[in-house]
């Protein structure tokens, strides 16, 4: 089974500084990642899909990169609608799989 | 406009069963691998199963494999899922999930989720 790492569990930031996230894939999954954002309480949301594509209704702030088994997800000026937390997917190979998530707080 | 709504959750001592549903519009259902995801209380997103446009290819979770089964009904647009054997670690808000574009394996698209408690 494919395992998802992301790093760091949580991180605080002041608003306006930028934010990188990483996700680690135990194999290859080549571009087949996507991020979710989740608010408390709320359904999570598709943010990225195709390691770098951004979902319909995210800010051009929101840049995914990577491939392989290496996938950054950046917040280039953090804003406080943007504390959630974040979690990778990998659907390159069944069983899909997420990773633990990040929490983003705002300091 | 995509809607997905789940059906059947409650509280449900271990060992015993219970069958969620999830009501699908706005797409053409039978086209679509749809998927039930699973978030336990303050944990994070756990894929539980996927079940093929057709029904013909499932797949599950270890953690489920031998005591749920996806199933769907192309002509009432509905997706399900049968939990047996239920077990505390099974407690979550569950949710359906599905892409926007055929073939795809992420979510645009997410239910409000049901939540199952599974207490004695």
């Known amino acids: 089974e494919m395992v998802m790492t992301q790093s760091p569990g949580t991180l605080s930031v002041s608003p306006g500084q930028r934010v990188t996230l990483s996700c680690r894939a135990s194999?290859?999954?080549?571009?087949?990642l996507a991020w979710y954002q989740q608010k408390p309480g709320q359904v999570p949301r598709l943010l990225i899909y195709?390691?770098?594509t951004r979902a319909t209704g995210f800010p051009a702030r929101f840049s995914g990169s990577g491939s392989g088994t290496e996938f950054i997800l950046t917040i280039s000026s953090l804003q406080s609608e943007d504390s959630a937390v974040y979690y990778c997917?990998?659907?390159?190979?069944?069983?899909?799989?997420f990773g633990p998530g990040t929490k983003v707080e705002i300091k | 406009e995509v809607q997905l709504l789940e059906s059947g959750g409650g509280l449900v001592q271990p060992g015993g069963s219970l069958r969620l549903s999830c009501a699908a519009s706005?797409?053409?259902?039978?086209?679509?691998?749809m998927t039930w995801v699973r978030q336990a209380p303050g944990k994070g997103l756990e894929w539980v199963s996927s079940?093929?446009?057709?029904?013909?290819?499932?797949y599950y979770a270890d953690s489920v494999k031998g005591r749920f089964s996806i199933s769907r009904d192309n002509s009432k647009n509905k997706l399900f899922l049968q939990m047996n054997s239920l077990r505390v670690e099974d407690t979550a808000v569950y949710y359906c999930?599905?892409?926007?574009?055929?073939?795809?394996?992420?979510?645009?698209?997410w239910g409000q989720g049901t939540l199952i408690s599974v207490s004695s």
């Open positions: 997917q990998q659907y390159n190979d069944w069983p899909w799989t």
């Open positions: 079940i093929s446009g057709t029904g013909d290819n499932i």
């Open positions: 194999q290859s999954v080549g571009s087949n």
């Open positions: 999930a599905t892409p926007k574009y055929i073939g795809t394996g992420y979510f645009d698209y």
């Open positions: 706005g797409f053409t259902f039978s086209a679509y691998v």
């Open positions: 195709g390691a770098s």
